[in-house]
C-alpha cells in the first residue's frame, strides 16, 4: 500500500506550558489520510482545529509527536527545507478567502506558483484552467472586491490548488458564505479535489456538508474519535 499523504502521530501541543495560562490543546492527536481521501473534522470553537491544521500544514511544529507528508517525516526538518514541503505538497483555504485585493483573480492564482519558481507563462494556463474548472473563468481578470463571496471563495480553491498539493487543508471553507451559496461553492470545492485525486482534512461545523466527505472525526479534550 501506498504511503498515506498524511500522517500524524501522538500530537501533543500546549500554548504557554508552564505558566498559569497554559491551555493544553491537543492532547495525543493520531490521524491518518490516505491518498484520495477526505476527511471531515468537526470540532466546537476553540477545541483545537486550527492548531492541528497549522501542525498539519507544517505552519507551526508540534510539542511531541510526528508529522509525516506524502511519507516523509517533518520532524528535524530544517524551516527551509519545512517550507519548500509545504508549498509543493500542502494547499490551504480558510473561512476567508485572503486574496490579495490588488491583484486580479488570475493573478492570485498564478502568485503560489511564481513563487514556486514556475514561469509566468505555464502559471497563466493553469491559472486559467483552474479558474475554468471552477465555472469562473470570465472573471479572470476581476480583482476581489469585484466578485461575490462565492467567486471569491472558489478563486481562494483554485489559489489552494495552483501548485498540484498532495494535501488540502481546509478551515471552514464554506463557513462565511449563505447556506445555498455554500452549497454550491462546496460541489466546486469537492469536484476539483475528486478530480485531482487529491487527499484532504475540511474542519466544517456543518454536518450536512461532514457527511458528504468520506470520514467523519470529532475532536473533544484534544483527542480525535470516530463522530
Ligand atoms: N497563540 C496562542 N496563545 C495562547 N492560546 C492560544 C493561542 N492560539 C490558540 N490558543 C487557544 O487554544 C485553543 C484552541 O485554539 P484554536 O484556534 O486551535 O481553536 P479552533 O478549534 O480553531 O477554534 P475556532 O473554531 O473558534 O477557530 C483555544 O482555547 C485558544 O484560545
Redesign the pocket.
Known sequence: MSDPVLRLAGIEKA??PGKP?E?H?LRGVDLTVARGEVVALV??????????LHIAGLLDAPDKGSVEIGGEAMQGRSDRRRTATRRSKVGFVYQFHHLLPEFSALENVMLPQLANGISRRAAKTRAQELLTSVGIAERADHRPAALSGGEQQRVAFCRAMANAPRLLLA??PTGNLDPKTSDRVFDALMALVRETGLSALI?THNLELAARMDRQLK?DQGQLSEL
Open positions: 500554548y504557554n495560562n491551555v490543546v470540532a466546537p470553537s476553540g477545541a483545537g482545529k486550527s492548531t492541528l478551515d471552514e474542519a475532536m
